[in-house]
T-cell receptor, first 112, second 115 residues
Framework: DAGVTQSPTHLIKTRGQQVTLRCSPK?????VSWYQQALGQGPQFIFQYYEEEERQRGNFPDRFSGHQFPNYSSELNVNALLLGDSALYLC???????????FGPGTRLTVL | AQSVAQPEDQVNVAEGNPLTVKCTYSVSGNPYLFWYVQYPNRGLQFLLKYITGDNLVKGSYGFEAEFNKSQTSFHLKKPSALVSDSALYFCAVRVADSGYSTLTFGKGTMLLVSP
């Protein structure tokens, strides 16, 4: 039973560029949440997708957007990258929006 | 709004000694509480959770945590620490019976177990 997978593992971008991160949920899960973990901080909730719609959003600017596909996989897009966007981005999946979340290994984004 | 406080940036303990990693929370309503562990360059691994029932929760790798409603605390404990327990530990909270499983995390506590 595959767990949550994320790609790529690492990514280096420069300021002003755009980036797309990908997440495949655990088998049987239909909800995907994204978190940002800056260095030395705990993960912070970005948004949650269910039935291909954004259901809940944290305190992140509109530069952060997402998408969920019919197979429940998800993408996180960040436009106009800033140095402060450098972080580990974690994807978590669950069955429905209210059940326990399972986390993927994360994507390390470095913005130069 | 909900929040989690982990008052210690780092906890040092000798192998074989008991360990405690502290966590207090603030939430409107009843809480669901979680502990996760993170090893270098890895994602979050689930340790244990409190949903309801017995205030003492037992989890993976010999860890346990005690829910204290009056003190709004959920401290992580282990009777005998191992060097391999050295890692970053996160406490998290969500509102019970809400429509969303979104978690609010503390900033983390680094546990260092010396041989």
């Amino acid at each position: 039973d595959a767990g949550v997978t994320q790609s790529p593992t690492h990514l280096i971008k420069t300021r002003g560029q755009q980036v797309t991160l990908r997440c495949s949920p655990k088998s049987g899960h239909d909800t995907v949440s994204w978190y940002q973990q800056a260095l030395g901080q705990g993960p912070q909730f970005i948004f949650q997708y269910y039935e291909e719609e954004e259901r809940q959003r944290g305190n992140f600017p509109d530069r952060f957007s997402g998408h969920q596909f019919p197979n429940y996989s998800s993408e996180l897009n960040v436009n106009a990258l800033l140095l402060g966007d450098s972080a580990l981005y974690l994807c978590a999946s669950s069955l429905r929006t209210y059940n326990e979340q399972f986390f993927g290994p994360g994507t390390r984004l470095t913005v130069l | 709004a909900q929040s989690v406080a982990q008052p210690e940036d780092q906890v040092n303990v000798a192998e074989g000694n008991p360990l405690t990693v502290k966590c207090t929370y603030s939430v409107s309503g009843n809480p669901y509480l979680f502990w996760y562990v993170q090893y270098p360059n890895r994602g979050l691994q689930f340790l244990l959770k409190y949903i309801t029932g017995d205030n003492l929760v037992k989890g993976s790798y010999g860890f346990e945590a005690e829910f204290n409603k009056s003190q709004t605390s959920f401290h992580l404990k282990k009777p005998s620490a191992l060097v391999s327990d050295s890692a970053l530990y996160f406490c998290a909270v969500r509102v019970a019976d809400s429509g969303y499983s979104t978690l609010t995390f503390g900033k983390g506590t680094m546990l260092l177990v010396s041989p």
